[in-house]
């Protein structure tokens, strides 16, 4: 692969902010690569929009857990609307995410790509499935504390948390869809590019949807 990575955090159907942050980065598809942390989808208004671009240009995705819920047939009030907003398309589009890795491993740039995290003392490959797309803490301490690499793993799902940047580790979730920024990284350069939210789209506290 002789493409830089462009990997980005959490979108959550935020599609205006994530051409935000393209444009923001000077994302070019001749010289980058795209890829996405998981939760493409739900609680923003344009999951259907998110998923075509992640498309049209052939990014690497891992499955996050809103994905994961959708996929199992979870009816809470916005994955309900992206299940109407890709209407004719669910199957189909359910049947793309299946296909998709719960991680990715990039050799050549000493690098691991999940949605939640790692669990302590596994490699990605020992994980559940459960661990790789919905991980935090471990006891009261966040699961990256005993990541030890050799490889830096970039991560998202945990907005509470935001930004990470550690040495071995790089959280990417900085809670767009709650009106915070979304957040992606240069591969391995290193930079850091966001873009701030349009609005907030989904709030935490009442748990309902802005739109």
């Not at 398309?89 to 998709?100: F, G, N, S, Y």
Request: glycine share 10%; with cysteine; proline share 5%.
């Amino acid at each position: 692969m002789n493409e830089e990575l462009f990997v980005v955090g959490d979108v959550q159907g935020c599609y205006q902010e994530l051409l935000d942050l393209l444009a923001a980065a000077r994302f070019d598809r001749a010289r980058h690569r795209l890829v996405f942390v998981g939760d493409l989808i739900n609680r923003g208004p344009r999951s259907k929009e998110v998923l075509a671009l992640a498309r049209a240009e052939d990014a690497l995705v891992v499955v996050g857990n809103h994905e994961e819920a959708l996929v199992s047939g979870y009816a809470g009030e916005t994955m309900s609307r992206v299940r109407a907003e890709l209407g004719d398309a669910l199957d189909e589009t359910i049947a793309w995410i299946r296909t998709w890795p719960t991680f990715l491993r990039f050799e050549p740039l000493s690098l691991i790509v999940v949605h939640a995290g790692i669990a302590p003392g596994k490699r990605p490959e020992e994980c559940t499935r459960a661990e790789l797309t919905r991980i935090r803490t471990v006891g009261d301490k966040p699961w990256f504390d005993a990541w030890r690499g050799p490889e830096t793993v970039v991560f998202g799902h945990w907005a509470k948390l935001g930004k990470v940047d550690r040495p071995l580790v790089k959280g990417l979730d900085t809670g767009c869809v709650y009106g915070g920024r979304l957040t992606g990284i240069f591969w391995p350069r290193g930079e850091w590019v966001s873009a701030p939210a349009r609005q907030q789209w989904f709030d935490p506290i009442a748990h309902v949807a802005r739109w």
